[in-house]
């Protein structure tokens, strides 16, 4: 017996969780709207994803995994072609859907999420920080380590807090391009 229906209704489930969860938070998850979305039944859901909770923990762990895999190529390049893969990879959201970084969606609901997600949560930010910290080192390379690893994470708070306030006035890339400028013009992001 093949196992492809029940990966492609797991993925389609996936699929249509993370499109509700970046777009409306992971409140509005609702068992019966991606059974409808996904054309099957609630139970059919159930069936892959027992609990909310545990959906919540895989989407986590698939948007960073994700998410990883394309910040990976970017640690090869120079330190401004990394930061400027780094931003475009935020920017993204915006290409016509107006979405959040999973990522932070989830962070702002923190406390609705089993423990699970939650340090799925906390690996998706140390995975930034991870990634920004060696780039930072390219630039920096006299930078204490507790320095580089703050300086990571503003970077990595700047990026989500710029896609939240684009996202809430709008969605207007420009916005985020505009806030972007002046993260560089104030040298957060050198």
Known sequence: MSTAPKTDTREAIMSAARLTVQSDGYNALSFRDLATAVGIKS????????????????????????????????AEKTFEEAIDGYVSLFRGAFDGANRMCLGGMMSAEVSALPEAARKRLEDFAQAHKTFLRNVLTKKHPRLSGDRLDARAMAIYTAMEGAQLITRGLGGDVKIFDDVVEVYRSTGLLD
């Open 43 to 74: 139970a059919s859901v159930h069936h892959h994803f027992p609990t909310k909770g545990d959906l919540a923990e895989a989407l986590v762990c698939r948007f960073s995994q994700d998410f990883v895999a394309r910040m990976e190529p970017l």
